[in-house]
């Protein structure tokens, strides 16, 4: 069964699931495509989605409300992603950009040894259904330009600041 919660943030409301084994969503309900996310989940893993709560979910909630106040830096979650080889690639990667840093979509595409995919990685970056905890945001267009966040540039550019303040540095758009 695949369990679902409201989390309150200071960007607005969202919405994480987990199955019994971890967190598989965390998004913004202000996605417009959030119901077919939900669906999809009960698709990919055979399972019913239902409100409610679990241990992963728990911990999930008290790790954003740490960081949101900016005393956590990583999370420690276990982690379900269903995706092609190529997005799980793009995925893993965009989880060792560190907290306070960005990176642009080709120098994502160079580290995963795709240097002339940086439009896949884009879309990839944009399939991501666990916003923040695989921190998509971190990721920016080559000029330094926020682009293509799904949540919303308000708050991708939200995040970045936010994490700027708490690593030391403001983020001045140096890729890590």
């Not at 695949?2 to 409301?13: N, R, S």
């Not at 971190?138 to 939200?158: E, F, M």
């Amino acid at each position: 069964m695949i369990k679902t919660l409201l989390i309150e943030t200071p960007l607005g409301e969202m919405a994480a699931a987990a199955t019994k084994d971890g967190v598989c969503l965390l998004e913004f309900t202000s996605r417009p495509a959030l119901e077919s996310e939900f669906n999809r989940l009960a698709l990919t893993f055979g399972e019913t989605v239902t409100s409610g709560s679990n241990r992963h979910l728990r911990t999930l909630k008290k790790q954003l409300k740490e960081y949101f106040k900016g005393k956590r830096k990583e999370f420690s979650l276990p982690l379900i992603t269903v995706g092609t080889d190529f997005q799980i690639a793009v995925w893993n990667r965009l989880k060792n950009i560190p907290y306070g840093k960005t990176t642009s979509y080709l120098e994502l595409a160079k580290s995963i040894k795709h240097p002339g995919a940086a439009r896949a990685v884009a879309g990839a970056n944009g399939s991501n259904r666990i916003a923040i905890i695989i921190p998509c945001h971190r990721v920016i267009g080559s000029d330094g330009d926020l682009v293509g966040y799904a949540g919303g540039l308000d708050k991708k550019k939200w995040l970045i600041d936010h994490e700027g303040k708490y690593s030391g540095k403001p983020i001045d758009g140096t890729l890590f």
